[in-house]
């Protein structure tokens, strides 16, 4: 898998956005309080490619089950570079793959969008 990823760039994108830029909903609340302990190894990797977990682009959540278990389907995060027109790996259980769809990112310099899915974290909020 060879990836032109800008690992310096996209660090300094997330370095760049602030609390206040994060979506203040309670499902995001409760994914950036949680995901980075409760996914260490998702959250290693993508760090070495310049992600800040704690700062998704976007995230899909379902609503709470039963047992206070809130699944999000899925969590997206920005790149900066290219990618190959295929990127498939899974971390502790977690599929992180090439996003074919999702909103406009507004950035002018060459990105790509990886989704990752299943992220299942307890409601706590």
């Known amino acids: 898998m060879i ?12 370095k760049d956005i602030k609390q206040e830029d994060l979506c203040d909903c309670n ?3 409760n994914y950036y309080l949680q ?3 409760a996914y260490p190894k998702v959250a290693e ?16 959540p379902l609503e709470p089950d039963e047992h206070g278990m809130l699944e999000y389907c899925i969590c997206q995060y920005i790149v900066i570079g290219s990618a190959p027109s295929e990127l498939s ?3 502790e259980n977690v599929k992180i793959d090439i996003s074919e769809s999702h909103p406009s990112t507004d950035l002018i310099q060459e990105h ?3 989704d990752i899915y299943p992220i299942c974290l307890k409601w706590i909020l």
């Open 45 to 60: 990797f993508l760090d070495s490619i310049g992600i800040d977990i704690e700062k998704p682009f976007e995230t899909s």
């Open 35 to 37: 995901v980075k302990d």
């Open 3 to 14: 990836m032109a990823i800008n690992v310096e760039q996209t660090k300094k994108y997330y």
């Open 89 to 91: 790996k899974e971390i």
């Open 112 to 114: 790509f969008v990886i």
């Open 27 to 29: 499902y995001c609340k």
